[in-house]
C-alpha cells in the first residue's frame, strides 16, 4: 500500500511540474511576445549551451512535429525549421537570424545522432584478415609507427613492439571491431610525431614528461609502461560511451559549426590518447593492474570537463568563425 502511494504521490507531482512549467511558458510568452525557442537563441550565444538548450526544448514540447524534428534526415532540415516557424506563428521576414540559429542547432543535434549510427556500424564490423582493405590499414599503422623497421611477416612477434597482445592482431580488435583500428591509424597518420613519442614512452616511460629532477621530486621512481595499441583500443571504448551517453555533445556542439563527423571524434581520440598518456605518468601507478583504476579516474575527470556548457575539449580544435554569427 506505501509502495502504491508512494507511486501516486510522485505521478501526481510529475503531471502537477509538468502542468505549472507549461503555465509559466505561455506567461511568459505572453509578457515577451516570444516563444521559447526564440528566447534561447536571442539570449543564449552560440555553441553546446544554445543548442543543447533548444534540443531539451524540442524534445520536451507537448507537439509531436516539434518531438521529431530532433531526428530528421539532414537533407530535411531546412523544411523542418519552416515548419516550426509556421507552427509557432513566427514570421520569418521579421525574425530571419532565427531560421539561421535554428538550423545551425539542428545540424549539430541531427549530426550527432548520425555520428553515433557511424560510429557503431564501425564497432560493430568485425576485423577481417581475408579482407585486404583491413589488412592495409593494419600494415598501414605499422609503418606509420614503426617507419625504420620493416615488417619481417604478418604473423610476427613484432605487433608486440606497439603494444598488440601476440603475433596476429586481429584477435585484439574483438571489442571494438573497425573502430579501433580506424582511431589507432587516424592517430598514427595525422598526428604520427606525438603517436611515435605516445609509443616511444609507453615503453620506456621514466623520464619521458620529466626532467630527473622533477621525476625525483615527485617521488616519481618506477614508471610502469603500457601496451599502446590495447590502451588505444580501451581509449576507444572509453570515446565511444562518452559518445552514445551523450557527454560529448558539450564538446562537439563547441568545436563543430555544423555537423559532427567521423574525423571529429578521431581528432577527439587522439586528445584522450595523448592526455591518458600524460594522466597516467602523473599518476604513477604500481604496475599495469592498476589500469583499470588509472582510466575510471581519467574518465570521471573526463565527465566533470564536460559538464561545463563551455567545454571544448580541444583547444585547437576552435569552432568556426562562421559559428560566431549564427
Same mark, same amino acid.
Given at each position: ?14 503531471? @502537477? ?61 531546412? %523544411? ?40 557503431? %556500424?564501425?564497432?560493430?564490423?568485425? @576485423?577481417? =584478415? ?12 605499422? %609503418? ?41 591509424? @587516424? ?23 620529466? =626532467? ?115
Amino acid at each position: 500500500m506505501k509502495h502504491f502511494l508512494r507511486m501516486f504521490v510522485q505521478v501526481c507531482l510529475y503531471f @502537477y511540474c509538468k502542468c505549472l512549467w507549461r503555465c509559466l511558458k505561455f506567461v511568459v510568452r505572453k509578457l515577451t511576445g516570444q516563444c521559447e525557442l526564440q528566447r534561447i537563441c536571442y539570449n543564449t550565444k552560440p555553441g553546446a549551451a544554445r543548442t543543447m538548450k533548444i534540443e531539451a526544448s524540442l524534445k520536451g514540447s507537448k507537439s509531436k512535429r516539434l518531438q521529431t524534428s530532433v531526428s530528421v534526415h539532414p537533407d530535411a532540415i531546412e %523544411k523542418t525549421i519552416d515548419d516550426i516557424m509556421e507552427l509557432k506563428r513566427i514570421n520569418p521576414d521579421i525574425n530571419p537570424q532565427l531560421g539561421v540559429s535554428l538550423q545551425a542547432c539542428l545540424l549539430q543535434i541531427v549530426g550527432y545522432r548520425n555520428l553515433i549510427a557511424e560510429v557503431e %556500424k564501425l564497432r560493430r564490423e568485425m @576485423y577481417d =584478415s581475408e579482407n585486404p582493405q583491413h589488412e592495409e590499414m593494419l600494415l598501414k599503422l605499422w %609503418k606509420c609507427l614503426k617507419p625504420n623497421s620493416p615488417l619481417k611477416a604478418r604473423i610476427s612477434k613484432q605487433w608486440c613492439e606497439i603494444g598488440f597482445q601476440g603475433d596476429d592482431p586481429k584477435t585484439d580488435f574483438r571489442g571494438m571491431g573497425l573502430l579501433g583500428l580506424y582511431n589507432l591509424v @587516424y592517430f598514427a597518420e595525422w598526428d604520427t610525431e606525438i603517436a611515435q613519442q605516445v609509443l616511444s614512452d609507453s615503453l620506456q616511460p621514466k623520464y619521458s614528461q620529466f =626532467s630527473k629532477a622533477e621525476w625525483e621530486k615527485k617521488k616519481l621512481d618506477k614508471a610502469i609502461g603500457y601496451s599502446f595499441a590495447i590502451v588505444g583500443i580501451n581509449i576507444t571504448d572509453l570515446a565511444y560511451n562518452l559518445l552514445v551517453s551523450g557527454a560529448l555533445k558539450t564538446h562537439f556542439y563547441n568545436v563543430a559549426p555544423e555537423a559532427p563527423t567521423l574525423t571529429h571524434f578521431q581528432q577527439t581520440f587522439c586528445y584522450l590518447m595523448h592526455e591518458f598518456h600524460k594522466f597516467w605518468i602523473e599518476e604513477d601507478p604500481l604496475d599495469i593492474m592498476e589500469f583499470n583504476r588509472v582510466r575510471e579516474k581519467f574518465h570521471k575527470r573526463l565527465l566533470k570537463q564536460l559538464q561545463n556548457p563551455e567545454m571544448a575539449l580541444c583547444p585547437h580544435f576552435a569552432a568556426s568563425e562562421s559559428l560566431i554569427n549564427m
